[in-house]
């Protein structure tokens, strides 16, 4: 029963201190977060306020300097380096602000490659057929053979957002996915991502500097200055 599972992630009283200079530079303090498997929230807050540093941590891409990490059941704290990447394979699609496809491979290929990383049981041919799929549920069935070069903004977010769901992890974390994109085309990759994490039943983890998007989440928290405030979101 859905209820009765614990949280996709808690994170516990949460600090990330870099040493810059030889000085303690404080990004997070005691940040604790608790979301719900299937659940959306958004992340809002000024720049340089540590948005993109959490994310990192829930990751598992950093370390967090004191407390506690939980993600899927995994404790982020105590996993060494090699199952932090199968914790990443498994359980976790990325959509970066920037795309960050590979240029040299195909559309296709470049959601292949992730789903045959996340997934090296799977053949060839079914690593095709579900990486055309998942292109095919961002609208992009004619561009496959595309490289990144070809493909124009909102294109290669819409492969970057089938690239970070086609494993079906149960995590979607995204940085600014519609940042580089028009007011049209972010909007276009806001409904198809909502859309396809509903549908999946991902829990998504989305930093954005609009507020409309925002207002769309099922919580808005706000980092201000390394510390994580819940908002309540009047609709
Ligand atoms: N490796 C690092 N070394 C030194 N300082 C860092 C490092 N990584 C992040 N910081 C600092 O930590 C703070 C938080 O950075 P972060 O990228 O998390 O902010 P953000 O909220 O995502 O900002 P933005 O909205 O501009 O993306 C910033 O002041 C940044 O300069
Ligand atoms: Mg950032």
Same mark, same amino acid.
């Given at each position: 029963?859905?209820?009765a599972?614990?949280?996709l992630?808690?994170?516990?009283n949460?600090?990330?201190t870099?040493?810059?200079?030889g000085?303690?530079?404080?990004?997070?303090?005691k940040?604790s977060?608790?979301v719900?498997r299937s659940?959306?929230v958004?992340?809002?807050?000024?720049?340089?306020?540590?948005?993109?540093?959490l994310?990192m941590l $829930?990751? +598992?891409? @950093? &370390?967090?300097t004191?407390g506690k990490? /939980?993600?899927?059941?995994?404790?982020?704290t105590? !996993?060494?380096?090699?199952?932090l990447?199968r914790?990443?394979?498994?359980?976790?699609?990325?959509?970066?602000?920037?795309?960050?496809?590979?240029?040299?491979?195909t559309a296709?290929?470049?959601?292949?490659?992730?789903l045959?990383?996340?997934?090296p049981e799977?053949s060839?041919a079914q690593?095709?057929e579900r990486?055309?799929?998942?292109l095919?549920?961002?609208?992009?069935?004619?561009?496959?053979?595309h490289?990144?070069?070809? $493909?124009? +903004?909102? @294109? &290669?977010q819409?492969?970057g957002?089938? /690239?970070a769901?086609?494993a079906e992890?149960?995590l !979607?974390?995204a940085d600014?996915p519609t940042?580089?994109?028009?007011?049209k085309?972010g909007?276009?990759?806001?409904?198809?991502?909502f859309?396809l994490t509903?549908?999946?039943?991902?829990?998504?983890v989305m930093?954005?500097h609009?507020?409309k998007?925002?207002?769309?989440?099922?919580?808005?928290?706000?980092?201000?200055?390394?510390?994580l405030?819940e908002?309540?979101?009047?609709t």
């Amino acid at each position: 029963m859905q209820e009765a599972r614990s949280p996709l992630i808690v994170a516990d009283n949460v600090d990330y201190t870099l040493n810059v200079a030889g000085r303690p530079l404080h990004i997070l303090r005691k940040v604790s977060l608790s979301v719900a498997r299937s659940e959306v929230v958004a992340i809002v807050g000024p720049s340089g306020s540590g948005k993109t540093s959490l994310l990192m941590l $829930l990751a +598992g891409l @950093e &370390q967090a300097t004191s407390g506690k990490i /939980r993600v899927n059941d995994h404790d982020l704290t105590a !996993l060494d380096e090699d199952d932090l990447a199968r914790f990443r394979r498994r359980t976790l699609g990325i959509v970066f602000q920037s795309f960050h496809l590979i240029p040299s491979l195909t559309a296709l290929d470049n959601v292949g490659l992730a789903l045959e990383i996340a997934r090296p049981e799977l053949s060839m041919a079914q690593v095709r057929e579900r990486a055309a799929r998942a292109l095919d549920a961002v609208g992009l069935s004619g561009r496959l053979d595309h490289r990144p070069t070809a $493909l124009s +903004g909102g @294109e &290669q977010q819409r492969v970057g957002l089938a /690239r970070a769901i086609v494993a079906e992890p149960p995590l !979607l974390l995204a940085d600014e996915p519609t940042g580089n994109l028009d007011q049209k085309t972010g909007a276009a990759i806001a409904d198809l991502m909502f859309g396809l994490t509903r549908d999946l039943g991902t829990a998504l983890v989305m930093i954005t500097h609009d507020p409309k998007l925002a207002a769309r989440a099922d919580r808005m928290l706000t980092m201000t200055q390394g510390e994580l405030s819940e908002t309540l979101v009047t609709t």
